[in-house]
């Protein structure tokens, strides 16, 4: 059974720093690109980062780029997410979620709140 | 950026009777690998968004085959055959032809 559980947020100030991490289980990890998923409260889900299964390829949406860096460690079956530069716009929930391929997708962790206020 | 259109935002349905979402994307989501790049997912109340329906029109494992995609270009449709109580939640397409992946607004499903 696929399982990702998502831990690492909390309540962080404007301009702080957090880590996410996603623990994957139930599949092979490191034959699969990752996601991670946002959902501020109350509104809909936008994407924000894929990290291909070794690494190789690293995408991010427009308004993270340098701010946020995604990451693996295959050997730990483990996806992270250094987020730095936290705004109010970046509170939400974070979702990890397994790419079954061509950009889907398919099995997302419970997610992990991200709460960013002063 | 690609934008994802779905209507109607939200939708009171019978159990037994059908429902249909639609959703128009600003560019086509067919590649020139004959594959439309377009999903459903399903946000039930308090859980994580779960797949539905990937390229265009195929269940994904243990969805039932009352859940249908259809559409081509820039034009799709979900439908249920016939809504059960436990179809209620935003129901959300999405595009991955090109990144950023962007997904609709989202519409809400109710049991009247």
């Known amino acids: 059974e696929v399982q990702l559980v998502e831990s690492g947020g909390g309540l962080v100030k404007p301009g702080g720093s957090l880590r996410l991490s996603c623990a994957a289980s139930?599949?092979?990890?490191?034959?699969?690109?990752m996601n991670w998923v946002r959902q501020a409260p109350g509104k809909g889900l936008e994407w924000v980062s894929s990290?291909?299964?070794?690494?190789?390829?690293?995408y991010y949406v427009d308004s993270v780029k340098g701010r946020f860096t995604i990451s693996r460690d295959n050997a730990k079956n483990s996806l992270y997410l250094q987020m730095n530069s936290l705004s109010a716009e970046d509170t939400g929930v974070y979702y990890c979620?397994?790419?079954?391929?061509?950009?889907?997708?398919?099995?997302w962790g419970q997610g992990t709140l991200v709460t960013v206020s002063s | 950026d690609i934008v994802m259109t779905q209507t109607p935002l939200s939708l009171s349905v019978i159990p037994g009777q059908p429902a249909s979402i639609s959703c128009k994307s600003s560019q086509s989501l067919l590649h020139s690998d004959g594959k439309t790049y377009l999903y459903w997912y399903l946000q039930k109340p308090g859980q994580p968004p779960q797949l539905l329906i990937y390229e265009l029109s195929k269940r994904f494992s243990g969805v039932p085959d009352r859940f249908s995609g259809s559409g081509s270009g820039t034009d799709f449709t979900l439908k249920i055959s016939r809504v059960e109580a436990e179809d209620v939640g935003i129901y959300y397409c999405m595009q991955s032809i090109h990144l950023p992946l962007t997904f609709g607004g989202g519409t809400k499903v109710e049991i009247k």
């Open positions: 979620a397994r790419d079954k391929g061509s950009g889907c997708p398919d099995y």
């Open positions: 990290l291909s299964g070794v690494g190789t390829f690293i």
């Open positions: 139930g599949f092979t990890f490191s034959s699969y690109s």
